[in-house]
């Protein structure tokens, strides 16, 4: 009789342990290493995401891949196979989340990933429906720069951007707008992001004596070409994508990115937007906290991971009605429900995700921004 008692008891404790078990969460950023300016602000707000979901415990495993794409790959590997982690954020870089998909993929763990080039989950795939992306696609952004190259009444365009996932799917999508828009591509120019050098390529630029150019770049390699531009003498308008969202972005260029223009989140102009903006009060949170643990307001890199948090919180709950953290099922229900997401206000924008788009970002997740006087304000 007592033995079964034990073995009742055994198995009660296994039962309790089972219903409260722990969420697993690793993330992989670019800390160290090129992408640093994108990775340090991520791996900061790690400590900002929320500690428990759904009254279970979450832990959150934090790992640096020194902006390599092969260190994403084994980070990504330790993180399934020896922490059994239930989704990933990260990593910082299009190039390390685009070596990540088929691993995760056949893992089948969800990867939230704050990078920003579009083509790591478009066109929508077997693998690719494991991927969901917490910064605006390419097109989105592309769109509004377009539209307003338009109403400037630009009719040649020069690109430069990054040999890698991002400067090369920035490629492919300005091509197309541009095409159907009536605007020129008079040449088209790529360097590597650690380049210190880009003289050659401004001279072919500039050669072609086009009106507008669109740099695509993430973090600090914004700032290069166009400085290389600015030297050789061009002063015609200079457009930058997302990737150039930071505040190191004006510091480093100076007054040679003087009167650029870009489409990115409300964060860098939050004190002339609306209280009435779906995001406005979330932005303040995160940027107030951030500064209230580091010191000083963040890079909107860092939100695309505060933003996956919020992803994660109004998912895990769905999921956990329906399996146990730990489990493949556990993973299978929180990537389901991360795809039904509908009208989830952020710090960029409002998610409203679907089987074909692991975005969700519409309009609201964009204003456009121009420098004036050293700083970043509302182009009007």
């Not at 990504?76 to 059994?84: G, R, T, V």
């Not at 040999?163 to 008079?186: C, F, H, M, Q, R």
């Not at 994508?241 to 990115?257: P, S, W």
């Not at 456009?368 to 700083?375: A, E, L, P, Y």
Request: with cysteine.
């Amino acid at each position: 009789m007592e033995i079964k008692k034990i073995g009742f008891v055994a198995a009660l404790t296994s039962c309790v342990g089972l219903a409260h078990a722990e969420i697993k969460i690793g993330v992989v950023t670019s800390s160290t290493g090129p992408v640093a300016m994108v990775g340090i602000p991520q791996k900061n707000t790690v400590s900002l995401l929320p500690k428990t979901i759904a009254g279970e415990k979450v832990t959150y495993i934090s790992l640096d891949d020194g902006s390599d794409p092969t260190a994403s790959v084994k980070a990504i590997n330790k993180l399934i196979k020896e922490n059994n982690v239930d989704a990933i954020i990260g990593p910082s870089g299009s190039p390390n989340a685009s070596a990540a998909i088929g691993i995760i993929a056949k893992a089948q763990v969800p990867l939230l990933a704050p990078v920003g080039t579009s083509s790591i989950i478009v066109p929508m795939s077997e693998q690719k429906k494991w991927v969901f992306k917490t910064t605006q696609n390419d097109e989105l952004i592309a769109t509004a720069l377009v539209e307003d190259m338009v109403k400037r009444k630009i009719k040649t365009l020069a690109f430069i951007g990054t040999a890698d996932p991002y400067g090369e799917n920035w490629s492919k999508v300005i091509t197309n707008l541009a095409t159907k828009n009536g605007i020129k591509i008079t040449q088209k120019e790529s360097f590597q992001r650690q380049d210190t050098s880009l003289t050659g390529q401004a001279l072919k630029l500039i050669s072609g004596k086009p009106q507008a150019i669109l740099i695509a770049a993430p973090g600090g390699s914004a700032v290069t070409p166009q400085v290389a531009l600015y030297d050789r003498g061009y002063r015609g308008q200079v457009y930058q994508t997302h990737g150039a969202a930071l505040d190191q972005f004006l510091k480093m260029g100076g007054k040679k990115v003087e009167n650029t223009i870009l489409a990115a989140s409300l964060m860098l102009v939050i004190n002339e937007m609306p209280n009435t903006h779906p995001s406005k009060a979330l932005a303040l949170k995160y940027m107030n906290s951030y500064k209230k643990s580091f010191g000083e307001y963040p890079a909107t890199f860092g939100a695309n991971v505060y933003d996956a948090g919020l992803l994660l919180e109004k998912a895990i709950p769905v999921a956990l009605k329906k399996s146990k953290p730990g489990s493949v099922q556990f993973r299978q229900e929180l990537r389901t429900a991360l795809e039904k997401t509908k009208e989830l206000a952020a710090t960029q924008g409002v998610y409203s995700m679907t089987p074909t788009d692991h975005s969700g970002f519409d309009k609201r997740g964009r204003v456009m921004i121009t420098v004036k006087n050293g700083q970043w304000k509302l182009l009007k």
